[in-house]
Nanobody, 118 residues
Framework: QVQLVESGGGLVQAGGSLRLSCAASARTFGQYVRGWFRQASGKEREFVAAINWSGGSTNYADSVKGRFTISRDIAKNTVYLQMDSLKPEDTAVYYC???????????WGQGTQVTVSS
């Protein structure tokens, strides 16, 4: 089973930027979707962004459109989440995820904390 490892979280002031990275252990992502989710304290995990690994098409939660950008580096088997214009309400543990196309269940990374101070 593929393993996912996130990095790049931290503390930033409102209006600042962070870039998260998610490296995958297996190179079998021809028909996969890679995504980012987040979970704030006391709340349910929510979708943030996703990218089709082979075609590169993307989609975003309305709350992050225009501020976050998901991208991939096929050679490095890594997906990124560039987060700009961060707000305190973006504070959460961010999880990288992957699933084969047509499969419902996700494989999860361990999560990385993002804290945005006001």
């Amino acid at each position: 089973q593929v393993q996912l490892v996130e990095s790049g979280g931290g503390l930033v002031q409102a209006g600042g930027s962070l870039r998260l990275s998610c490296a995958a252990s297996a190179r079998t992502f021809g028909q996969y979707v890679r995504g980012w989710f987040r979970q704030a304290s006391g709340k349910e995990r929510e979708f943030v962004a996703a990218i089709n690994w082979s075609g590169g098409s993307t989609n975003y939660a309305d709350s992050v459109k225009g501020r976050f950008t998901i991208s991939r580096d096929i050679a490095k088997n890594t997906v990124y989440l560039q987060m700009d214009s961060l707000k305190p309400e973006d504070t959460a543990v961010y999880y990288c995820a992957a699933r084969p196309l047509g499969v419902v269940g996700w494989t999860w990374g361990q999560g990385t904390q993002v804290t945005v101070s006001s």
